[in-house]
């Protein structure tokens, strides 16, 4: 019997196989519960006599670990390969995964920047958390302006805020370098306001400006026009109305053609035809002089927007407050822009 014990020791170690059937026919053959060599062996045990009871019992408990061990780990090679073999079906559709989209103020604020791109405007940054002069004095703020108040900016000391337009990025451009300029100013801006539909403490801008010789109200009506055309498509008509900005003389609103009703009157615009888009105006000496540069060499036009505004008018959004939200049903809608 010893002699069997050592011919199964060899024929185990010697048992290679990739193939699940023949593995399993192998775990019956020495270890199946009715006839297997194995187990027979084992029953045989209490006929052994007592002298060779401890080695036949060491080297029979070695063959059924050894057998068993085998055994498992030749399931495991005949697993993987059935799945490739077998299991793997190439005609079946692969599991959906999500696709993320850009944010709208991003699509938009980019559609912004290579509208201006375009016809040469360079991209300039500033930082959020600005100086009295770059965002109040000198762009000709009178000390008692309210906008400088608590009500509209978010003060950190007398003399530091956050941000209220991006204007202050223009200061720090005009200061830096010399005219001609052509600069946008994408960005984060910050005011003291209530939230609501149509308002919030934190908004986008992007804010223009053109400096040269010879800079006039026409160049700057002209390029307006070209940015609403481009945006809102080839019929937008724009009309200035006469309006006020400590920095810019003359001054002005732009309203573009209503979108949804092509100028005729509707609820959306209020039956005026027209939707108001942003602020412009002729650079004030005052500020080109505050920022180095000769105002009696060159002029400028300024205008500035906010982001929010033009995507609220653009993808028809009746709240503002949607933006910032992230509810994925509203922001999976602009998935296919860019
Ligand atoms: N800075 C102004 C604002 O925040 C916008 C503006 C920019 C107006 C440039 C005129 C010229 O509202």
Request: charged share 25%; hydrophobic share 40%; net charge negative.
């Amino acid at each position: 019997m010893l002699a069997k014990v050592e011919e199964l020791l060899k024929e185990v170690t010697a048992f290679n196989s990739t193939v699940a059937e023949e593995v399993e026919q192998f775990r019956i053959r020495l270890l199946g519960s009715k006839k297997g060599e194995i187990t027979a062996l084992l029953k045989e045990f209490r006929n052994v006599p007592v002298e060779q009871k401890k080695e036949f019992g060491q080297k029979i408990n070695t063959l059924k670990k050894l057998a068993q061990e085998k055994i498992e780990e030749l399931k495991l090679g005949t697993e993987n390969n059935s799945t490739s073999n077998h299991d793997l079906d190439l005609s079946m559709p692969a599991a959906p995964f999500e696709v993320g989209g850009r944010h709208p103020l991003s699509v938009v604020r980019n559609e912004i920047i290579s509208i201006f791109n375009r016809i040469g405007f360079a991209v300039s940054e500033g930082p959020e958390i600005e100086d009295d002069w770059h965002n109040f004095t000198a762009l000709n703020f009178p000390e008692e302006h309210p906008a400088r108040d608590m009500q509209d900016t978010f003060f950190i000391d007398p003399k530091i805020a956050l941000r209220t337009h991006t204007s202050s990025v223009q200061v720090r451009v005009m200061e830096n370098s010399t005219p001609p300029i052509r600069t946008i100013s994408p960005g984060r801006v910050f005011r003291n306001e209530a939230i609501s539909a149509r308002a919030h403490c934190i908004f986008h801008q992007v804010e223009g400006l053109y400096i040269d010789k010879d800079v006039s109200f026409a160049d700057l009506k002209q390029t307006l026009l070209y940015f609403a055309k481009e945006m809102f498509g080839e019929q937008t008509k724009i009309r200035l109305r006469p309006s006020y900005f400590p920095f810019t003389e003359p001054s002005a609103e732009v309203d573009v053609s209503c979108q949804l009703c092509s100028g005729k009157g509707c609820n959306v615009c209020k039956h005026t035809g027209f939707l108001e888009i942003m602020g412009c105006g002729m650079v004030d000496p005052n500020v080109l002089e505050n920022a180095g540069i000769d105002s009696t060499i060159y002029s400028g036009f300024a205008f500035g927007m906010g982001i929010e505004r033009i995507t609220m008018l653009k993808y028809q959004v009746n709240d503002l407050r949607h933006f910032f939200e992230n509810d994925l049903r509203f922001l999976k809608q602009f998935k296919t822009a860019y």
